[in-house]
Structures are given as structure tokens and as C-alpha cells.
């Protein structure tokens, strides 16, 4: 028979035991021989739990930087559509203040005519 004479270290799947579980078997020698093994295992359970929460956080905080993102962008869009409106209306006040000194002059030479 053949035996392995070294620690061995293994993980073993949920459907086995119904739990997941890592951990080392060690063997007991006496003269050269078998006579014995220790194993030292514990559950990966709760490891699991904390691997899928912290996967759900890492797409909750990708989704929201996504979502920061995009409210940035509109805001920017927002902000340019902003100067767009403040110039135009800058360009039309000017325009109407040449219409209106065109009226005044219109306006003077017309009285100066009476």
C-alpha cells in the first residue's frame, strides 16, 4: 500500500459534507509507519458570505460611479446649454440696443425736421 508521508492540504466542496471546508491532514508516523493522521479543518462558509457581499458592494459601488457618471455629464451639458442661453441673450440685448439708439436717432433727426 502506498502512503503519503507529508501534510496535505485541501479544500472540499459543499456537496461533500454540506458546507464547504478547508483545511490539512497530517500523518502520524511511528517507526517509518502510518500509524495515525490529524486533520485540522475549518468551514469556508462565512469566507463565501463575505466574497458574495463584498462582489454585490463592488457592482453597487460600480453601478453608482456608473450613475456619478452620468450625472456629471448632463450637468456639463447642463452648464454649456447655460452659457449658450447667456450668450445669445448678451448678443440680443446688444442688438436691441442698436435698434433702439437707431429709433432714438431716427427719432431726433425727425424732431430736428419739424
Known sequence: MLWIKKTIHTVVPKEVFGVKIEGNLVPVIDEGQVVGCIACVFSLEEMETL?????????????????????????????????????????????????????????SNTSRTK
Open 51 to 107: 466574497k458574495s457581499t463584498n462582489e454585490l458592494m463592488n457592482q453597487t459601488i460600480k453601478e453608482s460611479d456608473d450613475s456619478i457618471t452620468n450625472i456629471l455629464n448632463e450637468s456639463n451639458n447642463t452648464v454649456n446649454e447655460l452659457k449658450d442661453i447667456y450668450n445669445y441673450v448678451e448678443n440680443l440685448e446688444r442688438t436691441i440696443q442698436d435698434v433702439y439708439n437707431v429709433v432714438e436717432s431716427i427719432k
